[in-house]
């Protein structure tokens, strides 16, 4: 039985922006463990499924098609965002500077 994995896709290391992070995926599961093969060293296996990544606007969207296919799924919440304190260079010289500024 397959199995899928709904989701909301992190950012990447070196993306600033949250431009591919706000759409939910659904992505299947591997069901069977990669297979080497012997003469290449190549990493391979005869599922397809894992190639497909269905994206969808809203959480309920996901479970609706997954439930609507009978797939079985598991729903996977996104962290919390952590919020920045904005600084501006001028606080590096503050007299109220709690540290030491070295550069």
Known sequence: MTIARIYRPTRGATQSGHARTKAWLLEYERLEPVEIEPLMGWTGSSETERQVKVPFDTREEAIAFAEKRGIAFEVEDPAPEQVRRGLSY????????MGPWTH
């Open 90 to 97: 001028s606080d590096n010289f503050k007299s109220t500077r």
